[in-house]
Structure formats: C-alpha cells, structure tokens
C-alpha cells in the first residue's frame, strides 16, 4: 500500500478549506484548521508532510506561524 501524505491547510476562510478539501481528497489525508494556534497545536500532535499556510489571519499571522516552525528544529524540515 502507497503512503498516503498529509497536508496540513491552515485558512481562516472555510469556503477555502473545503476547496482545497475538495481537490486534495482522495489522493492526500488533508488536515484543516481554521486559525493558527490550532494549527500550531495540531503541527505539534501529528507532523504533517506539507503546510498550505494563509498569510492574512486574525491573531497569529501565517509569517509569524512559518517563523515559529522553522525555529523548532523538529519541523524545519517540513515544506
């Protein structure tokens, strides 16, 4: 059996992560969190294989996300 891969999208636009849903499924296990801290702690339970990342959210912007990922030498590795 194939490894499926894991993409983590982080919107906080639903309508954005049921496209990207939509698109990626069946061929990928598709992670959707609506704001970056829950991204942050889902990225901490399960690494994922891929980050699709909103720039513009409320709170915790997706630059200040990337940041924060790439600081954490066990999830630099992650695209």
């Known amino acids: 059996m194939d490894k499926k891969y894991t993409i983590l999208a982080v919107d906080d636009t639903v309508e954005n ?4 849903n939509t698109i990626l499924n069946p061929t990928y296990i598709v992670r ?4 970056s801290k829950l991204a942050l702690e889902s990225i901490a339970y399960e690494k994922p294989d ?3 990342l909103d720039i513009k959210m409320p709170e915790i912007d ?9 600081n954490d030498s066990t999830l630099t590795d992650i695209p």
């Open 50 to 52: 891929l980050i699709l």
């Open 17 to 20: 992560l049921t496209y990207l």
């Open 32 to 35: 959707a969190t609506p704001n």
């Open 62 to 70: 997706g630059f200040e996300v990337c940041k924060t990922i790439k």
